[in-house]
Protein backbone atom coordinates (compact mmCIF):
# COMPACT_ATOMS: atom_id res chain seq x y z
CA UNK A 1 0.00 0.00 0.00
CA UNK A 2 1.38 3.39 -0.80
CA UNK A 3 1.40 6.29 1.33
CA UNK A 4 1.01 10.10 0.33
CA UNK A 5 4.15 12.27 -0.59
CA UNK A 6 3.66 16.20 -0.27
CA UNK A 7 6.08 17.78 -3.06
CA UNK A 8 6.58 21.78 -2.55
CA UNK A 9 8.10 24.07 -4.91
CA UNK A 10 10.06 26.14 -2.97
CA UNK A 11 11.67 29.75 -4.77
CA UNK A 12 15.51 29.37 -4.60
CA UNK A 13 15.70 31.99 -1.56
CA UNK A 14 17.37 31.89 1.70
CA UNK A 15 15.16 31.38 4.24
CA UNK A 16 12.30 29.42 2.12
CA UNK A 17 12.53 26.39 3.33
CA UNK A 18 12.61 27.24 7.05
CA UNK A 19 9.43 29.17 6.24
CA UNK A 20 7.99 25.85 4.57
CA UNK A 21 8.67 24.16 8.18
CA UNK A 22 7.71 27.06 10.65
CA UNK A 23 3.78 27.07 8.62
CA UNK A 24 3.45 23.49 9.52
CA UNK A 25 4.99 23.25 12.45
CA UNK A 26 2.78 26.51 13.72
CA UNK A 27 -0.35 24.52 12.97
CA UNK A 28 0.92 21.68 14.70
CA UNK A 29 1.69 19.34 11.63
CA UNK A 30 4.33 16.67 12.31
CA UNK A 31 6.91 16.27 8.86
CA UNK A 32 8.20 12.73 9.24
CA UNK A 33 10.47 12.80 6.27
CA UNK A 34 11.90 14.82 4.28
CA UNK A 35 14.30 15.63 1.01
CA UNK A 36 14.95 18.59 -0.48
CA UNK A 37 16.23 18.41 -4.42
CA UNK A 38 17.22 21.65 -6.32
CA UNK A 39 18.05 22.90 -9.79
CA UNK A 40 19.10 26.64 -10.62
CA UNK A 41 15.59 28.43 -10.47
CA UNK A 42 13.82 26.57 -7.88
CA UNK A 43 13.72 24.00 -5.31
CA UNK A 44 12.12 20.45 -4.56
CA UNK A 45 11.04 19.41 -0.95
CA UNK A 46 9.53 16.15 -0.68
CA UNK A 47 7.56 15.27 2.46
CA UNK A 48 5.96 12.64 4.62
CA UNK A 49 3.61 14.41 7.04
CA UNK A 50 1.52 12.89 9.81
CA UNK A 51 -1.73 14.47 8.41
CA UNK A 52 -1.75 14.82 4.66
CA UNK A 53 -4.80 16.37 4.12
CA UNK A 54 -4.33 19.10 6.62
CA UNK A 55 -0.73 20.04 5.25
CA UNK A 56 -1.77 20.27 2.02
CA UNK A 57 -4.55 22.79 2.91
CA UNK A 58 -2.44 24.62 4.63
CA UNK A 59 -0.15 25.04 1.86
CA UNK A 60 -2.46 25.67 -0.64
CA UNK A 61 -4.00 28.78 1.65
CA UNK A 62 -0.78 30.14 1.67
CA UNK A 63 -0.55 29.85 -2.52
CA UNK A 64 2.32 26.90 -2.25
CA UNK A 65 2.38 25.29 -5.42
CA UNK A 66 2.53 21.15 -4.32
CA UNK A 67 1.63 17.79 -5.80
CA UNK A 68 0.62 14.46 -4.47
CA UNK A 69 2.91 12.07 -5.21
CA UNK A 70 1.86 7.83 -3.69
CA UNK A 71 5.37 6.28 -2.35
CA UNK A 72 5.80 3.25 -0.91
CA UNK A 73 7.51 2.80 2.45
CA UNK A 74 9.46 -0.17 3.46
CA UNK A 75 10.85 -1.69 6.87
CA UNK A 76 14.98 -2.19 6.14
CA UNK A 77 17.16 -3.53 9.28
CA UNK A 78 18.91 -1.24 10.60
CA UNK A 79 22.46 -3.37 10.24
CA UNK A 80 25.44 -2.78 8.00
CA UNK A 81 23.84 -4.13 4.53
CA UNK A 82 20.39 -3.94 5.28
CA UNK A 83 19.58 -1.26 2.32
CA UNK A 84 22.11 -3.14 0.49
CA UNK A 85 19.95 -6.20 0.27
CA UNK A 86 16.67 -4.43 -0.77
CA UNK A 87 18.33 -2.43 -3.72
CA UNK A 88 19.43 -5.59 -4.73
CA UNK A 89 16.15 -7.35 -4.60
CA UNK A 90 14.41 -4.87 -6.68
CA UNK A 91 17.70 -4.68 -9.09
CA UNK A 92 17.12 -8.51 -9.85
CA UNK A 93 13.46 -7.76 -10.64
CA UNK A 94 14.20 -4.96 -12.62
CA UNK A 95 12.32 -1.92 -10.42
CA UNK A 96 14.01 1.19 -10.59
CA UNK A 97 14.30 3.00 -7.78
CA UNK A 98 13.19 7.02 -9.37
CA UNK A 99 14.17 8.70 -5.54
CA UNK A 100 14.67 7.62 -2.37
CA UNK A 101 15.17 8.72 1.30
CA UNK A 102 14.62 7.73 4.95
CA UNK A 103 12.16 8.56 7.09
CA UNK A 104 12.94 10.17 10.84
CA UNK A 105 11.00 7.23 12.20
CA UNK A 106 12.99 4.03 14.01
CA UNK A 107 12.03 1.61 15.76
CA UNK A 108 13.88 -1.17 17.51
CA UNK A 109 16.57 -2.26 14.63
CA UNK A 110 14.32 -1.37 11.85
CA UNK A 111 14.57 2.02 9.69
CA UNK A 112 12.35 2.38 7.22
CA UNK A 113 12.93 3.92 3.90
CA UNK A 114 10.52 6.26 1.09
CA UNK A 115 10.79 4.71 -2.39
CA UNK A 116 9.71 5.91 -5.87
CA UNK A 117 9.54 2.93 -7.93
CA UNK A 118 9.07 2.68 -11.69
CA UNK A 119 6.77 -0.24 -11.55
CA UNK A 120 4.14 -1.06 -8.18
CA UNK A 121 3.42 -4.48 -9.44
CA UNK A 122 6.77 -5.67 -10.02
CA UNK A 123 7.81 -3.94 -6.89
CA UNK A 124 5.31 -6.12 -4.85
CA UNK A 125 6.19 -9.27 -6.59
CA UNK A 126 9.23 -8.51 -5.67
CA UNK A 127 9.38 -8.35 -1.97
CA UNK A 128 6.61 -11.77 -1.76
CA UNK A 129 8.44 -13.99 0.32
CA UNK A 130 11.36 -11.35 1.26
CA UNK A 131 10.64 -10.81 4.81
CA UNK A 132 10.79 -7.15 3.58
CA UNK A 133 7.50 -5.33 5.26
CA UNK A 134 5.67 -2.33 3.00
CA UNK A 135 4.43 -0.19 5.60
CA UNK A 136 0.84 1.60 5.39
CA UNK A 137 -0.02 4.83 6.62
CA UNK A 138 -1.44 2.90 9.69
CA UNK A 139 1.85 1.46 10.38
CA UNK A 140 3.39 4.47 10.71
CA UNK A 141 0.90 6.82 12.33
CA UNK A 142 -0.33 8.75 9.77
CA UNK A 143 -3.48 10.35 8.41
Excluded at 124 to 143: C, F, P, Q, Y
Aim: avoid cysteine; charged fraction near 20%.
Amino acid sequence: MSIHQISVFLENRTGQLAELTQLLAAEHVDIRAISIAETADYGLARMIVDDVQKASSILLQHGTILSMTPVWAVEVPDRPAGLAELLAILAKNHVDVEYMYSLFTHRNDTAYMVLRISDEAAFTRALEGTGIKVVSNEDLDLK
